[in-house]
């Protein structure tokens, strides 16, 4: 079974450019998720989607982050404008959505914000 | 406000000199516990899930069990392959969907 699928896998942008990440799950798992990981720090998650719907955004700072799941499979996060603060490993998960399925995760986007 | 602390921060081990982490939490209706490996470079790593004060499971050299207020991964006989971050997460009933609450994960470095 293929994983998640995230690319690219590094980028370096300068503060106030913007960027986009993109994330294919598990062939079949109808929840998606996005999470902020920190050097040092665990996952915070940004925004959850069921199927193509938002089901949880409270920690996704609205004001320049974006994420969309067209079509409930594959998904894009972007950020615009980009501060330092934003350097970070940027994670996708997928799972089945079912009861206490676990959360599949792929390898990330590192992001350095110069 | 849910809370997941993770201890030690680091932890430097002989291969072969068992030890364990801790996971300890603070919430209300603890829906699951959730252990994952994480490399680095890499996403995490499911392991166990935990659901309940009493259980335990195992896989290979780690064993993790679960009260109340905390969990613990113990590690027995580690070798060099056993150096990762373990993470450990929970899902509350109150959260929408399955969101999942991290500790900020204990970097475990098994020396030969």
């Known amino acids: 079974e293929a994983g998640v699928a995230q690319s690219p896998r590094y980028k370096i942008i300068e503060k106030r450019q913007s960027v986009a990440f993109w994330c294919n799950p598990i062939s079949g798992h109808a929840t998606l998720y996005w999470y902020q990981q920190i050097l040092g720090q665990g996952p915070k998650l940004l925004i959850q989607f069921q199927n193509n719907g938002v089901v949880d955004d409270s920690q996704l700072p609205k004001d320049r982050f974006s994420a969309e799941r067209l079509k409930g499979v594959d998904s894009t996060l972007k950020i615009q404008p980009a501060k330092l603060e934003d350097s970070a490993v940027y994670l996708c998960?997928?799972?089945?959505?079912?009861?206490?399925?676990?959360?599949?995760f792929g390898d990330g986007t590192r992001l350095s914000i110069l | 406000e849910d809370q997941v602390t993770q201890s030690p921060e680091a932890l430097r081990l002989q291969e072969g000199e068992s030890s364990s982490l801790n996971c300890s939490y603070t919430?209300?209706?603890?829906?699951?516990l959730f252990w994952y490996r994480q490399d680095p470079g890499k996403g995490p790593e499911f392991l166990f899930t935990?659901?309940?004060a009493g259980e335990e499971k195992e896989k290979e050299r780690l064993k993790a069990t679960l009260t109340k207020k905390e969990s613990f991964l113990h590690i027995t006989a580690p070798k060099p392959e056993d150096s990762a971050t373990y993470l450990c997460a929970v899902r509350v009933s109150k959260a929408a969907g399955n969101k999942l609450t991290f500790g900020g994960g204990t970097r475990v470095l098994v020396k030969p």
């Open positions: 998960a997928s799972s089945s959505g079912q009861g206490n399925q676990p959360q599949h």
């Open positions: 919430v209300s209706g603890l829906r699951g």
């Open positions: 935990l659901y309940s």
